[in-house]
T-cell receptor
Framework: EAEVAQSPRYKITEKSQAVAFWCDPI?????LYWYRQILGQGPELLVQ????????DSQLPKDRFSAERLKGVDSTLKIQPAELGDSAMYLC????????????FGPGTRLLVL | RKEVEQDPGPFNVPEGATVAFNCTYS??????FFWYRQDCRKEPKLLMS???SGNEDGRFTAQLNRASQYISLLIRDSKLSDSATYLC??????????????FGAGTRLAVHP
């Protein structure tokens, strides 16, 4: 069964450092999402791509976060500089726009900022 | 006020028990409704969609009341393997045809022997 791949699975960094997360969606899925899930809360959408274009980044803290999907396939989410409050699980999901609403999530990257 | 609110947890129940989770949503532009399951330190996975007529999948029954903006999930004959966090999710349609999923904070279920 095809899966969404993410790396790294875990990342520990110090505040003010830069971190980057990578996501490879299910092959053929045009829509890609990055979510942040703080402990005890539900996932919150940070950015949505349709192919290589950003559809929604209204909740992305643009002073420190950036996301790209240059070729419309895999994607990178970057934080620079990291802050203590960025500690969370970062989830990537993808969806095949032509066949229903189901979003398939990757295993996530758990970030701890010290 | 949160857009999607769920029962506070955790629910601790014995095997075989019936347990019900409630959820309310505030955005009238909500179009589709789901329950996701999330195991500890894992990603969310779709459990079931929720339809206006109500729907059942084995031991799981979901109900939707659009007038009250209320969603429920009933689990019968609880198993140890049902222990997880259950996320109530709505899909909201925005102007221009764009839509996104809004997640509740989740309700944790612990089933014990």
């Amino acid at each position: 069964e095809a899966e969404v791949a993410q790396s790294p699975r875990y990342k520990i960094t110090e505040k003010s450092q830069a971190v980057a997360f990578w996501c490879d969606p299910i092959s053929g899925h045009a829509t890609l999402y990055w979510y942040r899930q703080i402990l005890g809360q539900g996932p919150e959408l940070l950015v949505q791509f349709q192919d290589e274009s950003v559809v929604d980044d209204s909740q992305l803290p643009k002073d420190r976060f950036s996301a790209e999907r240059l070729k419309g396939v895999d994607s990178t989410l970057k934080i620079q500089p990291a802050e203590l409050g960025d500690s969370a699980m970062y989830l990537c999901a993808s969806r095949n726009s032509g066949s229903g609403e189901t979003q398939y999530f990757g295993p996530g990257t758990r970030l701890l900022v010290l | 006020r949160k857009e999607v609110e769920q029962d506070p947890g955790p629910f601790n129940v014995p095997e075989g028990a019936t347990v019900a989770f409630n959820c309310t949503y505030s955005n009238s532009a909500s179009q589709s409704f789901f329950w996701y399951r999330q195991d500890c330190r894992k990603e969310p996975k779709l459990l079931m969609s929720v339809y206006s007529s109500g729907n059942e999948d084995g031991r799981f029954t979901a109900q939707l009341n659009r007038a009250s903006q209320y969603i429920s999930l009933l689990i019968r004959d609880s198993k140890l393997s049902d222990s997880a966090t259950y996320l109530c999710v709505v899909r909201v349609l925005f102007s221009g045809g764009y839509n996104k999923l809004i997640f509740g904070a989740g309700t944790r279920l612990a089933v014990h022997p």
